[in-house]
């Protein structure tokens, strides 16, 4: 592969490889943004021809920049759930992110004790 032909630094290969995927997608939303940061999705939406301004926007009203982000933190869950520690708090993180990112869940503490009450 070309990209291993030069002397790219790790994180300058992970941006390249990340604006493939996106390019090859053909699509830039608010996932893309939030999973791979701004200016990674500035140079995928210059190659599609994509304005920045939309992409700005996109990342200026995304709810939460990362996990850290999401208003209720583990040991709330594991009260709130009351099962011990496992893969299953990651996957429900995950969820989390995901339906917060896409605006299918508010990120406020009362809409999420409610997601993970009815949904877990």
């Known amino acids: 592969m070309i990209i291993d032909k030069y002397p790219f630094t790790k994180n300058e290969k992970d941006i390249i490889n990340n604006v493939v995927k996106i390019v090859k997608n ?9 999973k791979y940061g701004l200016y990674t999705t500035s140079i995928a939406a ?8 939309i992409i700005v926007r996109l990342d200026r009203n995304l709810p939460i920049k990362s996990k850290k982000d999401i208003n209720i933190t583990s040991e709330e869950i594991l009260k709130l759930i009351d099962k011990e520690p496992g893969i299953w708090l990651s996957n429900l ?3 989390l992110e995901m339906k917060i990112i896409t605006s299918k869940l508010k990120n406020d503490k009362s809409k999420i004790i409610e997601y993970i009450l009815k949904n877990y």
Do not use: A, F
């Open 26 to 34: 053909k699509t830039i939303g608010k996932y893309e943004i939030y």
């Open 93 to 95: 993180y995950d969820n």
């Open 46 to 53: 210059e190659i599609l021809g994509i304005s920045k301004n």
